[in-house]
């Protein structure tokens, strides 16, 4: 992947996969509540400025996470969505703790289509193949 640097931080790197036409979203370390919730918002205005319909989201470098599912996190959904979001390959982390925290809170996603992974080639290539659904127009509407 040739990524364009977003975001490089300690606890997260977004890059711009031009060449795919998606974010590709590392996660490191430990997240807590608030860490989760500033790295999401990391994602939206990356997301913003980079618009694309996917993203590769990239756990498998998580020791640990206490993220729950919140108003919040609904909130934060709907605002990916409305920034194009169609497509999720989420990478599963190894920790068992972490892992299950995540499949908590993507069994309550509907939209966008998120479908999780163990490997990063397996969600590259699922993420390869799925195409953008074009959107109404706000003036369809």
């Not at 618009?51 to 919140?70: A, G």
């Not at 992974?117 to 369809?140: E, G, K, N, R």
């Amino acid at each position: 992947m040739q990524l364009h640097p977003i975001v490089d931080s300690p606890q997260l790197f977004i890059g711009h996969d031009a060449h795919n036409g998606w974010l590709y979203v590392d996660w490191k370390g430990e997240h807590n509540q608030d860490s989760s919730q500033n790295c999401c918002m990391q994602m939206l205005n990356s997301l913003r400025d980079w618009p694309c319909h996917k993203i590769l989201n990239d756990n498998s470098s998580i020791s640990h996470t206490t993220m729950q599912l919140s108003e919040w996190g609904a909130w934060w959904i709907g605002e990916m969505r409305r920034a194009g979001l169609q497509y999720i390959a989420w990478v599963l982390p190894r920790s068992l703790m972490a892992r299950q925290q995540v499949e908590v809170a993507v069994a309550a996603i509907e939209v966008p289509r998120v479908t999780t992974f163990d490997d990063i080639a397996s969600a590259y290539v699922w993420l390869q193949q799925q195409q953008p659904v074009a959107q109404p127009s706000p003036l369809d509407r």
